[in-house]
């Protein structure tokens, strides 16, 4: 990826390597260059979560919009996947979504969707970054900056809240079944999905119990959500719930809980959901698509169950594009990040949440039942600190080091390196029978990497 754009937008410090500046800049960026040469007046949709520094973020974006021509809508606090719907229902240029998603409030982002509701290409974040670094001539403009727009040309900035409530009526026409015998349990993060989940569960029919549901703009993530799955463990066990699913910060990650208070992850729910769609015959070219860390005991459960999958590197636009190109309808991460593409282009926490509890219904099971196939294997990761990612990859006794590890797992496990896409680490995966050969097998490869001096 860029200098300044990873796989899943601009992220950094907000106020240190992400900065108000940053988001001017961007904002007058792609109110001049969907002009097309000023010929087109722009509209982009813009959403944020619930992060203090989310509003300072808005409002930069937003003057730099308007200042280049374009106008702004505004969905206000929202998910990442509402963003999506909107731009690709009411014909936007762009969709822009503030959120460092599953990260701590004080890390802020800016992800750019194009006019399908996909994640821009790489071509134009390519522009877009040689215009922060300021080589205006690469990018074909000969003036000092940019020009501004004046007089009528200005752009306006639209409340846009309905855009936002036709998405929570989209989420509800979804579901295929009433939820009123079901007591559910939500974990919002204190983030985008503080108000809409419960709404959309409620109008569902369900009795809808929340937690971490009051953001002050400081507690997004802490101690709660996908990330921190035990809260919503212990609330669906004391209050004896049928089943919880907590959400990320941005709620495009959806982890569930099943009645007894145990986690189904990401793994457990593409398997329940490739179930599911297989039994009505929606499940196309009978195929998941995986990244290469989803566990061995999905693999083996798929294989189980006679359903195909594919992998692609970690990162759901490297899933996404793969479900575009070959035709699937189901794809995900372990993490929660579940893409279903015949109702949206990106990862949908809530979405998700409905599509589970309709495998549940139809199935007249619990989730435990429903998940039990999937056997999840111990799975460590140790994260090495390195100069040079690509030496490390390259190197020779590195490699022998994996081979050897390979080797002695056999078909029990396996172990991965790979490479971070944001940051200078590298990550030694290995899965086994057990945490202590997990352990043992990737402090082998670690120990390997510091004795070449490559951490």
Same mark, same amino acid.
């Given at each position: ?10 992220? @950094? ?140 040309? !200005? ?22 079944? %009433? ?46 959500? %996908? ?27 959806? $982890? ?13 729910? !593409? ?26 005991? !999905? ?31 189901? @794809?995900?991460?372990? %993490? ?17 949440? $409905? ?6 219904? %139809? ?52 172990? !991965? ?39």
């Amino acid at each position: 990826m860029g200098k300044y754009f990873g796989t899943d937008g601009f992220r @950094g410090e907000a106020g240190v390597t992400l900065t108000s500046e940053h988001a001017y800049k961007i904002g007058r960026f792609l109110g001049w260059y969907y002009s097309d040469g000023g010929k087109h007046k722009v509209r982009a949709v813009i959403g944020k979560d619930t992060r203090r520094s989310s509003y300072m973020f808005e409002y930069a974006i937003v003057a730099g919009l308007t200042a280049s021509g374009g106008d702004a809508y505004m969905l206000h606090v929202t998910t990442t996947p509402s963003v999506s719907y909107a731009v690709a229902g009411d014909d936007f240029d762009c969709g822009i979504m503030i959120s460092a998603s599953h990260n701590p409030y004080y890390d802020n982002g800016i992800k750019l969707v194009n006019c399908r509701g996909e994640k821009i290409d790489d071509a134009t974040i390519e522009k877009i970054e040689l215009y922060l670094d300021g080589k205006l001539e690469e990018l074909g403009i000969t003036t000092p900056d940019i020009p501004f727009a004046t007089g009528a040309e !200005l752009g306006q900035i639209v409340d846009y809240a309905a855009g936002r409530n036709r998405y929570i009526g989209y989420l509800i026409s979804l579901s295929r079944y %009433s939820f009123k015998q079901f007591r559910i349990g939500l974990d919002c993060a204190n983030g985008s999905s503080w108000m809409i989940a419960k709404s959309v569960f409620d109008a569902l029919g369900a009795k809808t119990y929340t937690i971490n549901a009051d953001p002050d703009g400081l507690n997004i993530n802490r101690d709660a959500g %996908s990330t921190h799955i035990e809260g919503l463990c212990k609330f669906v066990r004391e209050n004896r719930l049928d089943i919880g699913f907590a959400f990320d910060g941005d709620a495009d990650r959806c $982890i569930a809980v099943d009645e007894n208070g145990q986690v189904v992850n990401g793994d457990h729910i !593409l398997y329940v959901l490739a179930q599911y769609l297989k039994q009505r015959g929606a499940l196309e070219n009978n195929t998941v698509v995986t990244t290469i860390m989803s566990n061995l005991g !999905l693999y083996r459960a798929l294989d189980e169950a006679g359903i195909l999958y594919e992998q692609t590197t970690v990162g759901d636009r490297f899933i996404y594009e793969n479900m575009q190109q070959n035709g699937h309808c189901l @794809g995900g991460e372990q %993490s929660g990040h579940i893409i279903l593409s015949k109702f949206a282009t990106t990862g949908d926490g809530i979405l998700t949440a $409905i599509k589970v509890m309709e495998a549940v219904i %139809s199935s007249k099971l619990t989730l435990s039942k429903l998940a039990e196939p999937v056997r999840m294997l111990p799975q460590v990761t140790k994260n090495v600190r390195v100069a040079d990612k690509a030496a490390v990859r390259e190197n020779a006794a590195v490699q022998k080091s994996l081979a050897a590890v390979a080797e002695r797992l056999g078909n029990t496990g396996r172990v !991965l390196l790979r490479e971070s896409g944001t940051e200078p680490v590298v990550r030694v995966m290995v899965e086994a029978p057990t945490e202590g050969i997990c352990q043992s097998s990737a402090d082998e490869v670690v120990r390997v990497i510091f004795a070449e001096g490559l951490a």
